[in-house]
């Protein structure tokens, strides 16, 4: 089979995952391409999986939620979460899933502490709802959400009492992420303490300045790019399905 793959979002341009796929293609002498396709909003979507006839893509920000609407249908999971990061196409048909479950509780799992028993998890977007997905019933952990408009608590709320409750604290935003970098999720980080587990979904840059204040307090800390090689493989085995 001829893979022609795609990441779909806005922006694009610092993604990984073409360079991830296109390597696993020329590593296991597979027919594919991946291409990066950076679009504003998905009025133009159907024509561009038709031109370039795609026999799937990947799905980023800010569309994770948007592309539901445009999907025939959709996985239990992803019809659950109600966000969208891969689509299979069958016979002209998308259909819809989400990798990023499996993708983050594959990388929490192995950082976990017993002590690492509640979640703050920062933004409310399509990649907030796998994360809190994953939390509830991959890993068992009670979470609570924090955002600016109302869903869990305002981030104004969050103080000393809040975060030694909460020893896990996922950023879900996109604040900190290349070109924005000197943007951070707006915490008192002072009450951070060795004790905690600072998780950032973004991996460009590296390490985020929400990363890099959890470090200066002691904290444990991870980007995204192991959850971005997990949610890659969950996705070639559904695109393979």
């Not at 999907?71 to 259909?95: F, H, P, Q, R, Y």
């Not at 975060?163 to 951070?192: E, K, R, S």
Request: glycine share 6%.
């Amino acid at each position: 089979m001829n893979y022609r793959l795609a990441l779909i979002g806005h922006p694009v341009g610092h993604s990984l995952s073409q360079h991830y796929f296109q390597q696993k293609f020329t590593t296991q002498h597979i027919d594919g391409n991946y291409t990066l396709i950076d679009l504003e909003n998905l009025d133009t979507l159907r024509q561009i999986v038709e031109q370039q006839q795609l026999t799937g893509f990947n799905v980023t920000a800010p569309h994770k939620q948007t592309i539901l609407t445009l999907c025939d249908s959709l996985s239990t999971e992803a019809d659950t979460v109600k966000a969208v990061n891969t689509v299979k196409i069958e016979n002209g048909k998308l259909i819809g899933h989400n990798t990023d479950i499996e993708g983050f509780a594959t990388a929490l799992q192995q950082l976990l502490k017993p002590h690492h028993t509640q979640a703050l998890v920062l933004g409310n977007g399509g990649a907030s709802k796998a994360v809190c997905y994953a939390l509830k019933n991959r890993l068992n952990i009670p979470y609570t959400i924090v955002s600016r408009n109302g869903e869990g608590i305002n981030y104004a709320d969050v103080n000393e009492q809040t975060l030694l409750a909460h020893t896990i604290i996922v950023n879900c935003t996109t604040l900190g992420m290349v070109p924005n970098t000197n943007t951070f999720p707006q915490l008192p980080y002072q009450h951070i303490t060795n004790k905690h587990l600072l998780f950032d979904l973004i991996y460009a840059p590296e390490t985020t300045q929400f990363l890099r204040f959890g470090q200066l307090r002691g904290a444990t800390t991870s980007n995204g790019l192991t959850m971005l090689y997990a949610q890659a493989e969950a996705a070639w085995r559904f695109w393979q399905h």
